[in-house]
């Protein structure tokens, strides 16, 4: 069985959020892994993507004091540009052993409205990809 020590969290900043960080809390301290916790940015002006990256430090900020006081190791993240191609690129570049995320769960219409990110990216990298559904 692999042993995960370096694990990429894709975080949205949405509220789904809290799921996926309860659950790699569960699993990242028996195995003394290191979190990396990422924000991808997407934004169409200047003012949107500082406005968006003050807004992905807080919420980033907050998940590593809450991790760190569990005693994990965590590091936190930020890029800009398009999610879907942004995290595939991170994993490539930095040698994760899996990627966690959450998912949203949306209904037909909104995959084929919106795509999925999650599947993008489940075609795009190599590593294991954990995803975890939010409660109803």
């Known amino acids: 069985m ?3 020590k370096k694990i990429l969290v894709a975080i949205d900043c ?8 309860e659950h ?13 916790l990422l924000h991808v ?10 406005y968006l990256r003050e807004q992905a430090v807080t919420t980033l ?6 991790l760190r006081a569990a005693g994990i190791a965590t590091e936190v ?5 398009e999610p879907e191609h942004e ?4 994993v490539e570049e930095h040698g994760y052993d899996l990627l ?24 795009k990298i190599t590593i294991p990809l954990l995803l975890v559904t939010p409660p109803r």
């Open 2 to 4: 692999p042993c995960y």
């Open 14 to 21: 949405s509220p789904v959020d809290d799921t996926v960080i």
């Open 24 to 36: 790699l809390m569960a699993l990242a301290v028996p195995l003394g892994a290191t979190l990396h």
């Open 41 to 50: 940015v997407h934004s169409h002006t200047r003012d949107q993507e500082r």
């Open 61 to 66: 900020e907050g998940y590593r004091a809450t």
């Open 77 to 81: 993240l930020i890029r800009s540009g």
């Open 87 to 90: 995290i595939p690129k991170e």
């Open 100 to 123: 966690a995320m959450a998912i949203h769960g949306h209904n037909l219409p909104c995959r084929i409205l919106f795509g999925s990110v999650s599947r993008s990216i489940r075609q």
